[in-house]
Nanobody, 127 residues
């Protein structure tokens, strides 16, 4: 069974960078889709970025596009999210998730398309 563990969160000032890492177990990179989502207090969980292993296609929410990069490291078994130019509105718990399917664009932002979730890592950006 696939397990996901996030790391790399923390408290930073606006403008700083963080690299979040999602460690996976099992044969997770052979197919499917990995995504990053976030949830701020009192808000719904929202899509941040995703990578579809077939074709290595990458997708980003408009709110982080140009400031973030999702990547995978097959040797380490991780999917990372590099976030630059952090803003106070980026404050949230960040979750990685895996779908066994190669999700199409219309589905890749939907939380219910992902079967496995990590416990999350807190990112706090001070102004």
């Amino acid at each position: 069974q696939v397990q996901l563990v996030e790391s790399g969160g923390g408290l930073v000032q606006a403008g700083a960078s963080l690299r979040l890492s999602c460690s996976t177990s099992g044969r997770t990179f052979e197919s499917g889709t990995m995504g990053w989502f976030r949830q701020a207090p009192g808000k719904e969980r929202e899509f941040v970025a995703a990578i579809r292993f077939s074709g290595n296609a990458k997708y980003y929410a408009n709110s982080v596009k140009g400031r973030s990069t999702i990547s995978r490291d097959n040797a380490k078994g991780t999917v990372d999210l590099q976030m630059n130019g952090l803003r106070p509105e980026d404050t949230a718990v960040y979750f990685c998730a895996r779908s066994s399917l190669s999700l199409i664009l219309s589905a890749i932002k939907s939380t219910d398309r992902y079967e496995t979730w990590g416990q999350g890592t807190q990112v706090t950006v001070s102004s």
